[in-house]
């Protein structure tokens, strides 16, 4: 079983930044891919951004150039660099670790920018 601690998440002013990171415990493979999804009201969750632990990713259209993941396998950890934020990426942001068949998801952390 994987256990997910998010934290990073605020409010900031449109055009600011915010770092989130996501430390996981528990059952990770060397193998797993960590990354981002958010959920706005109203809307279904969506992706973000996911890295393999080779490094390789995969951004939204939308946060492409604005956003950049990194990963520590040291330490099982993942960050979300976050600037030029706009007020449409206001939304609950999920960490998620994928390890073969099994997904787990983190608590959320709000990001909130205003205009």
């Known amino acids: 079983q994987v256990q997910l601690v998010e934290s990073g998440g605020g409010l900031v002013q449109a055009g600011g930044s915010l770092r989130l990171s996501c430390a996981a415990t528990g059952s990770i493979s060397s193998m797993s891919v960590m990354g981002w999804y958010r959920q706005a009201p109203g809307k279904q969750r969506e992706l973000v951004v996911i890295?393999?632990?080779?490094?390789?990713?995969k951004y939204a259209d939308s946060v492409k150039g604005r956003f950049t993941i990194t990963r520590d396998n040291a330490k099982n950890t993942v960050y979300l660099q976050m600037n030029s934020l706009k007020p449409e990426d206001t939304a609950v942001y999920y960490c998620t670790v994928v390890t073969g068949p099994l997904v787990s998801w983190g608590q959320g952390t709000q990001v909130t920018v205003s205009s």
């Open positions: 890295i393999s632990s080779g490094g390789s990713t």
